[in-house]
């Protein structure tokens, strides 16, 4: 599956969600998520590959899935990249599997999550522990470029910039260190 996204950063949340309600969006998951990055302990990773298990919680919901992802590339200015997922039953014993196979985690990221579909895209308001509000919105790029307007953020804002770009410039702009992870029992859910 070929996966196709834009990322911005998010100046007003309450706004920006009330707006892609009431364009039709639908709210399909608002909770903690959490992203494990694994790597094989006797190699670096290679060509911009990566596994991830990924963790949704929420109050009474949660899941995980596994998902291998290759490297990224542009694509007529959205990020592009293969990724293979699959959902997982029991993410401790998925964990002991990696690890018992030669995996090591050697990152993780934390943050909370309104998580919305608009048609064929999808739209993910992501705060983390401190840093800047970001919104994902992957899909084909007809449905993307609709669910961006449906936001009101100016299309200008919005790069296939991964996420260490985003880092540095919050970096830069204040002086403070980004931070992406915080244990799950600590997780602020602020935008539930």
């Not at 694994?38 to 190699?43: G, I, K, L």
């Not at 596994?51 to 995980?64: E, F, H, K």
């Not at 490297?71 to 200015?77: I, N, T």
Request: charged share 30%; aromatic share 8%; glycine share 8%.
């Amino acid at each position: 599956m070929q996966e196709l996204e834009l990322k911005s950063v998010v100046d007003d949340v309450s706004l920006r969600r009330r707006r892609v309600e009431e364009a039709g969006g639908t709210l399909r998951f608002a909770g903690t998520m959490v992203d494990r990055y694994y790597r094989f302990a006797s190699q670096p990773p290679k060509g911009g590959q990566r596994l991830r298990v990924r963790i949704y919680q929420s109050p009474g919901n949660g899941w995980a899935e596994l998902t291998w992802k290759g490297p990224a590339r542009l694509d007529q200015g959205y990020k592009e990249r293969e990724e293979l997922t699959t959902r997982v039953g029991d993410e401790a014993t998925l964990r002991h599997i990696l690890e018992r196979s030669g995996f090591t985690p050697h990152d993780h990221v934390t943050r909370d999550i309104a998580w919305y579909t608009f048609g064929a895209a999808t739209l993910r308001f992501e705060q983390f522990p401190r840093m800047d509000v970001l919104l994902e919105v992957e899909g084909p790029p007809e449905h993307i470029e609709r669910a961006i307007h449906a936001t009101g953020i100016p299309r200008s804002r919005f790069t296939a910039d991964p996420l260490a770009v985003f880092i540095h410039r919050f970096e830069t702009r204040t002086g403070e260190s980004a931070r992406l992870h915080e244990e799950l029992h600590e997780a602020t859910l602020c935008l539930l």
